[in-house]
């Protein structure tokens, strides 16, 4: 496993274990560098094995089989050259925290130096370190309120029906997530930032996340991870042509990833129509291009979704002048390299199409290129009318390619939550009533293919 400091860079044994730092003169035994994304920064080096002892703490051994010890058992140096397990080599988690044997320091990242040394002078404000792979435990959350009633619109389904199949474990075709629900405890309540959530400020939009501190974020992964979700609805980098926000974007990427999450973002969104609305791929691919490139070639792009655009009918013209040539050459790019590639519209859109073809017509072009729909709902509609659009999209699909395309019930009440006219447990019970969308007698069009904006089971029991 790895272990990423607070700075974002990998805990590294240097020369991979066997410094004293005792010795006079001897170099750094242990330093913070490279960051997720850089092949050349997640080495043997970079790896450590957690050993849990039988009094709860726990230790350390680097590449070499030694042991990560703090000199005295705190307040000072590291070293990596001890092969016992005594009392300087164990540690207690606290948070984020790692606490030494003396029970007063922690282990810390000397920023304050102008250096990337870690040793074992923290205080109990110190720095906190991410163990890689030790994603937390689902934990059941609160019952869902009562169903909703069968509306005008339609019927509210309550019981999941045959057809569809929930992975045993994340896949990234199955989307479980939820982008503006998600409501951390009071007792986390977040900073404020531009554009986030008032009604309550602990109800966050994971899009933002970026510009929270560490320790916010890492409470919203933590709590996506208690929900038992898989994916993350992301942002590109706030200025989308500076190389120093790529490269800091892609880390933040790579971090999400590292909790055991895939990740998503829209490429472009409803905020670039004055600039960039009803354009081409050449009079856009500025925008998305260069962070694009640089994610793909961080590593894994599998583990990540781009979607075209946020909203794309509210600001892209039809046609392959238009939003087809834009989503064509996002292809081009995404599909050798296995990242799947989605669309989103507003309210109760499936498509895009120009006058003339119909959106079956229109999403079969698509067939082995684009991967889902990310359907939106209008956030004011009942549950049975929402149900009865969802089926709308989802028979276009079907039409045009069957399985080969997946509808994600990704945006349904996030505009209410917004305004704090929806709590999380309300959304998270809309979404499990879109889950059960059947289909309709004698039609085998594609399942619902998870959710974006919350749900579990009526129990409160992760999905």
């Known amino acids: 496993m790895q272990i990423l400091a607070e700075t974002g860079c990998y ?84 948070g984020g925290l790692l606490r030494c044997y003396d029970g007063v320091h922690y282990l810390r990242v000397r920023t304050d130096l102008g250096t990337n040394t870690v040793d074992a002078t923290g205080s109990c404000q110190g720095m906190t370190f991410r163990l890689l792979g030790a994603r937390p435990a689902p934990k059941p959350q609160a019952p869902l309120p009562p169903f909703d009633h069968n509306d005008p619109g339609g019927n509210v389904a309550t ?57 916010t974020q890492d409470n919203i992964l933590t709590a996506n991870a208690e929900r038992d979700y898989s994916h993350m609805h992301l942002a590109p980098p706030d200025d989308r042509t500076s190389s120093a926000s790529i490269a800091q974007q892609v880390a933040f990427f790579k971090y999400v990833q590292s909790w055991g999450f895939f990740t998503s973002y829209w490429a472009t969104g409803t905020g670039d129509a004055a600039a960039y ?52 050459n996002i292809c081009a790019i995404c599909n050798p390299v296995g990242m799947k590639v989605a669309l989103h519209f507003t309210s109760n859109v499936p498509a895009w199409q120009p006058n003339g073809m119909s959106p079956t ?68 019970l809309t979404g499990y009533e879109l889950l059960c969308a059947p289909n309709a007698p004698g039609h085998t069009y594609p399942a619902v293919a998870g959710f974006g904006n919350g749900a579990r089971y009526p129990s409160g029991a992760p999905i």
């Not at 043997?44 to 070499?64: A, E, H, K, R, Y």
């Not at 640089?294 to 599998?302: H, K, S, V, Y």
């Not at 046609?319 to 040539?325: A, Q, V, Y």
Request: proline share 8%.
């Open 159 to 215: 019981t999941l029906p045959p057809e569809l199949i929930i992975p045993t474990g994340y896949d990234i075709d199955f989307w479980r997530g939820d982008f503006g629900g998600v409501t951390l405890p009071t007792s986390q309540r977040p900073e404020w930032i531009p554009g986030a959530n008032s009604t309550p400020y602990e109800m966050v939009m994971s899009f933002l996340m970026h510009r929270y501190v560490r320790s």
């Open 11 to 94: 805990v590294t044994a240097e020369q991979g274990g066997g410094i004293d730092s005792r010795v006079p003169g001897a170099p750094p035994a242990v330093t913070a560098r490279g960051k997720p994304g850089d092949p050349n920064a997640n080495g043997p080096w970079q790896q450590w094995q957690p050993i849990t002892n039988d009094d709860g703490t726990v230790s350390f051994t680097c590449v070499l089989g030694l042991y990560l010890t703090a000199e005295l058992g705190g307040g000072g140096k590291l070293s990596t050259d001890r092969s016992e397990n005594g009392p300087w080599q164990r540690f207690t988690k606290v």
């Open 361 to 428: 017509d229109w999403w079969r072009q698509w067939i082995g290129k684009v991967r889902f729909l990310l359907w939106q709902s209008d956030s004011l509609n009942p549950a049975g009318t929402m149900a009865a659009h969802f089926w709308d999209a989802r028979k276009y699909l079907g039409e045009a390619g069957g399985d080969a395309f997946r509808a994600v019930a990704f945006e349904l009440r996030a505009n209410e939550q917004l305004y704090g006219r929806c709590t999380e447990a309300g959304g998270c």
């Open 277 to 328: 609305g009803n354009r081409n791929w050449a009079g856009i691919r500025e925008i998305i291009e260069p962070f694009l490139r640089a994610l793909i070639a961080a590593g894994e792009p599998e583990k990540s979704v781009i979607i075209v655009g946020e909203e794309l009918n509210g600001w892209n013209r039809p046609g392959p002048d238009g939003l087809d040539d834009i989503i064509t």
